[in-house]
């Protein structure tokens, strides 16, 4: 049993043929969902999704692209919005200093807003940090000491060293397909060494296709190859690799139901 900790099911390259996508996914041993929203225009599509299977559940959030569009969301909007007995994650949210589609002091005051809820809700934050490791490590640090809340790196691709501060903070960290790439042996030194009991895998599809499919769009059951591929960097078993993520899974997104 595998679990994609990270797609977003309503996306392009997906939305078109999203019941065979998740049927195939099935049959690859997936069986469960995480239904990802980045911004508030989202949130009504991914929970409706959510609401017609009981392997698939939704988060609610703004991405740092979208932080300027969302000045004005307010607190009481992601704080009701939480509540959705499908919703088992804020975001994701975070900071991306790649692009810089929004204002960096604006991605900034929404991802702390997004740690509140997540600090107020106990449901854990799902975070994206693009060139952003100093500031995201900052805040993050920051923000625990205020009072602690559950937290994942989702697609980690950063440094060893935010690597080690992330975890010391008790977040986890989840592998996207960008692990398999012949240009990632940096990440593939890190995965193997991650604790087991710290350790997610997700596809973020429709985007970045794990190998052996490159070039075409990503899709849920992909999670499988990427899982595989950790598996034999770390000298595991695929099947103890799935347990042990799976099990990782339900105990940081504690209302899911297994």
């Known amino acids: 049993m595998l679990i994609d900790s990270h797609c977003h099911l309503e996306y392009k390259g997906l939305i078109e043929d999203q019941q ?5 996914a099935r049959a690859n041993g ?23 299977a009981a392997d698939i559940w939704a988060s609610v959030g703004i991405h ?5 569009a969302h000045a004005d969301l307010g607190a009481d909007a992601l704080r009701t919005a939480a509540a959705n007995p499908r919703v088992i994650g804020i975001g994701e949210t975070g900071l991306d200093y790649y692009y810089d589609k929004s204002d960096r002091e604006a991605q900034k005051a929404l991802f702390r807003m997004h740690i509140g809820i997540a600090r107020e809700t106990g449901l854990p ?19 625990m000491a205020k ?4 937290a994942l790196i989702h697609c980690f691709t950063a440094s060893a060293e935010f690597g080690r501060t ?8 989840s592998l ?17 060494h991650l604790p087991a009991d710290r350790l997610l895998v997700e596809t973020d599809s429709p985007f970045l296709s794990p190998v052996p499919h490159r070039g075409r769009p990503c899709e849920p059951a992909f999670v499988r190859d990427t899982a595989a591929f950790i598996a034999n960097l770390r000298g595991e078993p695929l099947e103890i690799l799935a347990q042990s993520t799976t099990r ?11």
């Open 248 to 258: 990782n899974f339900f105990a940081l997104f504690t209302k899911a139901t297994a």
């Open 176 to 192: 996207s397909g960008i692990v398999t790439f012949k240009n990632a042996r940096n990440l593939q030194e890190i995965a193997k």
């Open 30 to 52: 997936v069986q469960g969902f995480l239904n990802i929203s980045t911004r508030r225009s989202e949130w009504d599509q991914v929970i409706s999704t959510a609401n017609r």
């Open 64 to 68: 740092p692209h979208e932080a300027d």
């Open 125 to 143: 934050i799902i975070i994206h940090t693009r060139d952003a490791e100093d500031d995201t490590a900052a805040i993050l640090t920051e923000e």
């Open 166 to 173: 992330v975890l010391d903070l008790g977040i986890t960290i």
């Open 20 to 24: 065979a996508a998740l049927e195939r």
């Open 147 to 150: 009072g602690s809340f559950p």
